[in-house]
Structures are given as structure tokens and as C-alpha cells.
């Protein structure tokens, strides 16, 4: 899908907001397109909130930018990308030299709890920046990657969180018993405590975005038509929740 089918598909499940993260990379776009892009989603009363990966001091600036071509109160990152894995003290450096952007602009840095770090760093991240605009975009899975089950990132990084990422997941033995595999589910048919989650979540949380680990069909006909039938069931399940 291009950007303007992924807006036109969320337009008819009636939802209000669309992220846009880094595999349609709004950076790599001018200015005027991604106007353009701002001005599709309004006429369709969604708004857009832009996400990316691999937090240099240079790529937050331009997402910074973004936002507000975007008119949205955050941005998420992933800090993590190609060829770029700064240590802890490197992220809080990165943090403290966008600071003063982001409380000029009124934008908030939403940081994505990621495999490499645990949940007590990332909450030191947003601790030590010391500023309502810096904040966690809480992913339900993710921190499986850093050893961390859910019960330990909700209880760290509900409290901070600004953007909320809702991920239906199982955990299941494999087949020859020494192992499981997490899998993707439809929402609701899985393992994510969702009631507890809102409940926990801050009251700063700006949205919940439904992201969905689909496991691929033989075809890729298949796997869009999965796509498309399990973010139908997903979505009307969230919204069975939220309002």
C-alpha cells in the first residue's frame, strides 16, 4: 500500500488516527508531500502522527519537523537502527540536546520500549530528561526481546507512557517441547491483558495504535487477505474497549 491507501483503508474502519512509522519513511519525502499527506488524512478526519527509527541527533530533528508539518503532538521513535546502537549515556545525551526543541515546539518525544534495552532504562530515559515532553510509547511485546514479560514493562513504563501500542500475542510450546514461539493474534484472542493496560496506562497517553504481528500465508494473496480480516476483527474489539 502506498501512504494514501493505508489513510483511505483506516478512513473505512472509521478510526481517527493513523502512524505512520519507518517503513514508509516520511523523511525521505519534502516538505510539500508530506503536507499533501497532513491534508488527505484531514479531509478524512484521521490524524497522523509520523514515527521513525534510529534516533541521531540529526534524524529526531527532522521528525521534530515533521510533527509540526503534521500538527502532532508527538513523534515516536525506535532509538535502534542500520549500523546504530548508542549505549545508554549516548540516548540521554541525545535527549538532553533536542529538549529545547521540543518544549519550543510543543512536541514530545515518544520513545518505543525496543529488544535491546531493558524497561528500567528506558524509564530512566524519560526520568532524567526531566520534561513533559518526553515520554514512552509503550509496545505490548516488544521487551519479550530483552528477557521482560509484560506484568514488568506495564508496572516500569505504563505510568510514562504517551503513546500506546495495543499487540495481541500468544506464547506457545513448540512442537518438540524445548521451546516456545511468540506469535501475533488477533486482539482479544490472545494473551494481552487490554482492560488492565488502559487502566494503567498514564493519563498523558495521547492515542492506542492496533499494530499486528501477522504470521504470513503460503501466498502473499493470503497473508493480505489475513491482514485485512484480522485488523477488521482487531479494530472493532479495541473500539469495544475504548468507548
Given at each position: 500500500?502506498?501512504v ?5 483503508k ?5 478510526v ?5 512509522a519507518?517503513?514508509?519513511?516520511l523523511?525521505?519525502?519534502p516538505d510539500e508531500?508530506?503536507?499533501?499527506i ?5 479531509e478524512r478526519?484521521?490524524r ?7 534516533m ?5 530533528h ?5 510533527a509540526?508539518?503534521l500538527?502532532s503532538?508527538?513523534v515516536r ?6 549500523g546504530?546502537?548508542p ?5 540521554h ?13 510543543g512536541v ?5 520500549n ?6 528500567r532504562e528506558?524509564?530512566s530515559?524519560v526520568?532524567?530528561?526531566a520534561s513533559?515532553?518526553v ?5 505490548t511485546v ?6 521482560e514479560?509484560?506484568e514488568?514493562?506495564i508496572?516500569?513504563l505504563?505510568p510514562l507512557?504517551?503513546n500506546?501500542h495495543?499487540?495481541?500475542?500468544c506464547v506457545?510450546?513448540v512442537f518438540?517441547?524445548m521451546?516456545f ?6 486482539l482479544?484472542?490472545?494473551?494481552l491483558?487490554l482492560i488492565e493496560?488502559l ?6 497517553c495521547r492515542?492506542a495504535i492496533?499494530e499486528?504481528?501477522t504470521p504470513?500465508e503460503?501466498?502473499i494473496?493470503a ?6 480480516d484480522w485488523?477488521h476483527?482487531s ?6 474497549k475504548?468507548?
Amino acid at each position: 500500500m502506498s501512504v494514501f491507501d493505508l489513510i483511505q483503508k483506516a478512513a473505512g474502519f472509521h478510526v481517527p488516527v493513523v502512524q505512520i512509522a519507518d517503513n514508509l519513511p516520511l523523511d525521505a519525502l519534502p516538505d510539500e508531500q508530506i503536507r499533501e499527506i497532513g491534508r488527505y488524512a484531514t479531509e478524512r478526519n484521521i490524524r497522523i502522527e509520523p514515527g521513525a527509527r534510529k534516533m541521531t541527533d540529526e534524524i529526531l530533528h527532522r521528525y521534530i519537523e515533521i510533527a509540526i508539518l503534521l500538527g502532532s503532538p508527538f513523534v515516536r521513535f525506535v532509538i535502534d537502527g542500520p549500523g546504530f546502537q548508542p549505549s545508554l549515556n549516548d540516548v540521554h545525551q541525545i535527549i538532553r540536546t533536542a529538549l529545547p526543541a521540543l518544549e519550543e515546539k510543543g512536541v514530545v518525544l515518544a520513545i518505543e520500549n525496543h529488544d535491546r534495552f531493558k524497561a528500567r532504562e528506558f524509564a530512566s530515559m524519560v526520568e532524567k530528561a526531566a520534561s513533559s515532553q518526553v515520554g514512552i510509547c509503550l509496545d505490548t511485546v516488544n521487551s519479550m526481546g530483552a528477557g521482560e514479560g509484560l506484568e514488568t514493562v506495564i508496572g516500569l513504563l505504563a505510568p510514562l507512557t504517551v503513546n500506546l501500542h495495543v499487540k495481541e500475542f500468544c506464547v506457545e510450546r513448540v512442537f518438540h517441547k524445548m521451546g516456545f514461539v511468540i506469535e501475533g493474534k488477533p486482539l482479544g484472542k490472545g494473551m494481552l491483558p487490554l482492560i488492565e493496560l488502559l487502566e494503567k496506562v498514564s493519563t498523558r497517553c495521547r492515542s492506542a495504535i492496533l499494530e499486528q504481528w501477522t504470521p504470513p500465508e503460503a501466498t502473499i494473496e493470503a497473508t493480505i487477505r489475513k491482514e485485512a480480516d484480522w485488523a477488521h476483527e482487531s479494530i472493532k474489539y479495541l473500539k469495544s474497549k475504548l468507548y
